[in-house]
């Protein structure tokens, strides 16, 4: 069985920097897309970066330019490199996967396996 984990989550102050890892038991990371989530007080979750099985990366529109999605393969971690934050990142950060293995576009839906998240705080 597949087990996520977040980390890297902290206090930063605005302007400042991040880089979450996602790792996993039980599977290679390799073989899947996996998706980056956030959810901050009071709103819905939703996607922020995800990358595919060939490296396919995609951001969505708030973040790009800040946030950088990426593999290393040895260390079997996924990771989501945050520049530039601001306080409107302030969020639990969570990583997923739908474990369809080999696919070359990665997406925000049908996720089965979630991490239990990592809280980001952007304030001074």
């Keep these: 069985q597949v087990q996520l984990a977040e980390s890297g989550g902290g206090l930063v102050p605005p302007g400042g920097s991040l880089t979450l890892s996602c790792t996993a038991s ?11 989530f956030r959810q901050a007080p009071g709103k819905e979750r939703e996607g922020v970066s995800c990358i ?25 971690t996924v990771y989501l490199q945050m520049n530039s934050l601001k306080p409107e990142d302030t969020a639990v ?22 991490g239990k998240g990592t809280l980001v705080t952007v304030s001074s």
């Design 52 to 76: 595919s099985t060939i490296g396919n990366t995609y951001t969505v529109d708030s973040v790009k330019g800040r946030f950088t999605v990426f593999r290393d393969s040895a260390k079997n």
């Design 26 to 36: 039980g599977s290679t990371l390799d073989y899947y897309g996996i998706s980056w």
């Design 93 to 114: 950060y969570y990583c997923a996967t739908d474990l369809v293995p080999g696919t070359a576009y990665c997406s925000y839906v049908g996720m089965n396996h979630w």
